[in-house]
């Protein structure tokens, strides 16, 4: 799972990404608004976990533009925010959580992982493309001539692109 983490204290956002990276999520730290907003329209990412209080262009301004233009990026807003009109505001913007510092990394690790299933469970479970389909609960790739046998590095490259599809791919990415 790829995360994109912004926030603009560079000792929390340090801390934070190295413990993501420890437990396995790959990991880029921006420390704006308006550089997060570039990063997701163009490379996207599976979660966006985002300060409120941003230089540029805050929290919920990014939400706000990342709905409007379709983007469905999970969304965990972490802030220091924690008047119950700053939860609902951020949830109402589109956020999928909305977490209070200070914070234990286990139950933002537990609130990242409730994210993952719930984007999964969407997922469908056969895709078509053009004149192949997957089966990603059997891992089964068939073709116009049956079923095309894929090696397991084959079929987790085959899937990533295929989760990623309309994204750039960086190569590191692909070599996890």
Not at 65 to 76: F, P, S
């Amino acid at each position: 799972m790829r995360i994109l983490l912004v926030e603009d204290n560079e000792g929390l956002a340090r801390g934070l990404a190295n413990s993501l990276r420890d437990h396995g999520y790959a990991v880029d730290v921006l420390d704006d608004g308006e550089a997060a907003d570039t990063f997701l329209s163009t490379q996207g990412a599976d979660l966006a976990v985002i300060d409120v209080n941003l230089p540029g262009l805050n929290g919920f301004e990014l939400l706000r533009r990342m709905r409007q233009r379709g983007d469905t990026t999970a969304v965990l807003m972490l802030t220091a925010r924690g008047e119950t009109r700053d939860k609902v505001l951020g949830l109402d913007a589109g956020a999928d959580d909305y977490m209070v510092k200070p914070f234990e990394i286990v139950e933002l690790l537990a609130r990242i992982r409730v994210l993952s299933r719930r984007r999964n469970d969407l997922k469908p479970v056969k895709e078509q493309i053009g004149a192949l389909t997957y089966d990603r609960s059997a891992r089964l790739l068939t073709g116009p001539q049956g079923p095309i046998d894929l090696k397991r590095r084959e079929r987790a490259l085959f899937e990533s692109l295929l989760t990623n599809a309309g994204r750039v791919v960086q190569k590191e990415d692909l070599l996890e």
